[in-house]
């Protein structure tokens, strides 16, 4: 099989699954006597990405793998196609994700400690239905409180392929203007396409 067709099949691929795919669920595509090497595979994918370049779409490695998306630049005008108006989310919502992002694992109290508030119940099981955070254990302190982590759910959201690329504190910006990015952010733009 030439490099064509395993770029293509590639391409088809990240377009249908509508969500990120790994190199090994991309080889999975492939009956095992017409397998390709992994080598090949990321050969394709950096001529894919060099090919959309200058393109309304991107090929974009996140957390969870590769993915197609619309890309940034031309998203105001893409997400024009939903009249959906998109979650708003407030300060408390991203001083908490903010702390569970930076000081993970963490429980809720630490949380509170912090903030000097108390976290809403609310806040929490929004993020955990988004699946941008988990319980990554339980403190081992009486009440075994749960330990907040991020998922891969929350570095795909931001276009993240490790925390390692969050900004440092010293770089973040005023919440109302991240609030404003959250709302226009990460969409569906139809089945397959993620508009961010």
């Known amino acids: 099989m030439n490099i064509l067709q395993i770029k293509n099949i590639t391409e088809g691929a990240l377009l249908a699954a509508g969500k990120p795919l790994t190199i090994d669920q991309i080889l999975s595509l492939f009956e095992e006597q017409e397998r390709p090497e992994r080598d090949v595979i990321r050969s394709a994918l950096k001529e894919l990405e060099e090919e959309m370049s200058g393109r309304g779409i ?35 919502f991203l001083e908490t994700l903010a702390l569970i992002a930076y000081r993970q694992p963490i429980t809720r109290g630490e949380i509170e400690a912090v903030r000097g508030v108390s976290v809403s119940s609310s806040i929490i099981r929004t993020m955990l239905e988004r699946e941008w955070i988990k319980v990554v254990g339980h403190r081992d302190v009486p009440g075994k409180p749960a330990l907040y982590g991020t998922s891969k759910a929350f570095l795909d959201s931001f276009n993240l392929k490790s925390l390692s690329e ?3 504190l010293s ?5 109302s203007e991240i609030g404003k990015e959250l709302e226009a952010g990460c969409r569906r733009a139809d089945p397959i396409i993620l508009v961010c």
């Not at 590769?66 to 407030?90: C, D, F, G, M």
């Not at 770089?171 to 919440?175: A, T």
């Open 166 to 168: 969050l900004p440092a």
């Open 58 to 92: 991107e090929l974009k490695q996140v957390a969870s793998g590769y993915r197609l998306q619309v890309r940034q630049s031309v998203a105001p005008w893409v997400s024009r196609l939903w009249e959906e108006k998109p979650a708003r989310y407030s300060r408390a």
């Open 171 to 175: 770089e973040i910006r005023d919440l």
